[in-house]
């Protein structure tokens, strides 16, 4: 065989490699359409640093105030994209520039859940296009509704406190069904920093976004939402920075629930850096954001 014959092999072996490589994550996908993951890429590397704590629920299992406000911190938009939030990645990217550093991400929930299940935190750009890659999948093969659930029950809330129902009883001692508003605010706003946070107790960053997402909540779509009473609107100070208020300009008060309401105006979520006080402190550790 030919020094020519033997490259060609191995191009067309490469080339086989890189096709099928996708294949792969594909196949994750589709079998997450009846089946729920037993761990992911980041609790299985957690899992060298000790047990972990994670308990799977089912979304109806889940406090309809903690998606919403997880919703309204990380991807307010969760309803409405493909996967991808192009006004706040674009928004975040202006941010960054300015700033002269990354003080803002533009991942999407979507995204987010990609990352956590399958990838690492290193930031390159082969691992934001295998994120891409895999975003598409899971908007593609799963409904929103499957993506939330996912994302619930793997985001990580502290140190190896991995989803939902961990996170309600280390942190309220109660089940993720039985979350309160102002408790499930709480642990939306942590969602950047979970161990720092987890460590050192709240900060006022916490209560200060736990009060803004509290009085947010009713604003934002999530699927399949039940009947229960939300918190009352409260709109930001007229003097507070224009990204405060973001979500309260972008999505409809009239039809909250409604994917259909008036298309709104450039917002995204706590990784975009728009929607929220003193949005600095809010920089990623972990597998949701970036």
Same mark, same amino acid.
């Given at each position: 065989?030919?020094?020519?014959? !033997? ?53 109806? =299992? ?5 998606? !919403? ?42 995204? =987010? ?13 082969? !691992? ?64 950047? !920093? ?21 009085? =947010? ?68 550790? =972990?597998?949701?954001?970036?």
């Amino acid at each position: 065989m030919t020094r020519r014959q !033997r490259l060609s092999k191995l191009l067309a072996l490469m080339v086989m490699v890189a096709a099928l490589y996708p294949l792969w994550y594909l196949g994750q996908v589709l079998w997450l359409q009846h089946h729920n993951p037993q761990q992911s890429a980041y609790m299985d590397r957690a899992k060298e640093q000790g047990q972990v704590q994670y308990y799977w629920r089912d979304y109806d =299992q889940i406090s309809d105030y903690l998606k !919403r406000a997880v919703l309204i911190s990380e991807d307010a938009q969760f309803t409405r994209h493909g996967g991808f939030d192009w006004p706040g990645i674009r928004y975040a990217l202006k941010r960054n520039l300015e700033a002269g550093k990354p003080v803002a991400g533009g991942s999407t929930i979507t995204q =987010q859940l990609a990352k956590n299940l399958y990838l690492s935190g290193d930031r390159s750009y082969l !691992r934001k296009g295998k994120e891409a890659i895999i975003a598409l999948m899971l908007e593609t093969g799963l409904s929103k509704r499957r993506i939330l659930e996912l994302y619930l029950n793997v985001a990580q809330w502290g140190h190896q406190i991995y989803g939902a129902e961990a996170a309600a009883r280390h942190y309220f001692h109660v089940s993720a069904a039985d979350l309160t508003p102002l408790q499930a605010a709480q642990l939306a706003a942590m969602l950047p !920093r979970p161990n720092q946070y987890d460590f050192r107790g709240p900060s006022d960053y916490v209560t200060e976004r736990a009060d803004w997402i509290l009085g =947010q909540m009713r604003l934002v779509a999530i699927p399949d939402p039940t009947d229960v009473p939300l918190p009352p609107l409260v709109i930001p100070d007229a003097n507070a920075p224009a990204e405060t208020d973001s979500v309260s300009e972008a999505l409809s008060p009239e039809a909250p629930d409604s994917p259909t309401a008036s298309e709104p105006a450039p917002v995204a979520d706590n990784n975009s850096g728009m929607a929220s006080p003193a949005d600095t402190d809010a920089m990623p550790e =972990q597998g949701n954001s970036q």
